[in-house]
């Protein structure tokens, strides 16, 4: 079974100062791993994946992603925040199950930007 | 850009009626699949669709639900008898899984039962 922790349901930054939101998973066989964007009343948005190859990887707006197994973690990163980044960030994990890789995903990150 | 739309945005039912959330997923896309957020609360996976049969599903994925591909187009979500706790935002996701697996989602439909 796969789950997906992420740590801090509120995360507050300041405009221009560094983004940083945690996500821990649990999974049986190797991840695959991914980081959606939720803006109020809409959909999710894919912002960056890791399947295989490089552990660093980059997404849209800036972001991007490391994975570290040996920590089990994928944090989310962007360097300066900005004011339209204010959403819910959500880390999700692949169950490798037949080939529909259903996605396990976390509680949420509440990104607050002030100005 | 292609996209999943799903329709309606909004859909208000009463307790055991049934309702019909439609999907239109991204066309080369070959997996389909339902998932729902209750407010406040995690998203959570309900079936997963490919080669017009269910691919897999999870314990919310009970007897009252049902998906179906009417035509070449359309993904559906079929609640027989509604309840309260039915209330959520449901996604429609596709993908082109396993070669590419991350899944793309549309807007939702926002499902309140009264």
């Known amino acids: 079974a796969q789950s997906v922790t992420q740590l801090g349901s509120h995360v507050s930054v300041s405009e221009g100062a560094l983004v940083l939101l945690r996500c821990n998973y649990s999974?049986?066989?190797?991840?695959?791993l991914f980081w959606y964007v939720q803006y109020p009343n809409q959909g999710l948005q894919l912002l960056l994946k890791?399947?295989?190859?490089?552990?660093l990887v980059k997404g849209i707006n800036g972001f991007e992603a490391e994975f570290k197994k040996s920590e089990t973690s994928f944090h989310l990163t962007k360097p300066s925040a900005h004011m339209s980044d204010a959403a819910e960030y959500f880390c999700?994990?692949?169950?490798?199950?037949?080939?529909?890789?259903?996605?396990?995903f976390g509680s949420g990150t509440q990104l607050t930007v002030l100005p | 850009e292609p996209e999943v739309t799903q329709t309606p945005s909004h859909q208000v039912t009463q307790m055991g009626q049934e309702v019909i959330l439609r999907c239109v997923p991204i066309?080369?896309?070959?997996?389909f699949y339902w998932y729902r957020q209750i407010l406040g609360q995690k998203v959570e996976f309900l079936v997963s669709?490919?080669?017009?049969?269910?691919?897999?599903k999870s314990e919310i994925f009970d007897d009252q639900f049902s998906v179906e591909r009417p035509d070449g187009s359309n993904f559906t979500l079929k609640i027989r008898s509604t309840k309260l706790e039915d209330s959520a935002m449901y996604f429609c996701?596709?993908?082109?899984?396993?070669?590419?697996?991350?899944?793309?989602f549309g807007p939702g439909t926002r499902l309140t039962v009264t």
């Open positions: 669709f490919y080669n017009n049969e269910i691919s897999e």
């Open positions: 999700a994990v692949s169950a490798v199950l037949g080939s529909a890789r259903q996605l396990t």
């Open positions: 890791y399947t295989t190859g490089a552990t």
């Open positions: 066309s080369n896309h070959l997996y």
């Open positions: 999974s049986s066989v190797p991840p695959y």
């Open positions: 996701a596709s993908s082109n899984a396993p070669l590419r697996p991350e899944q793309y």
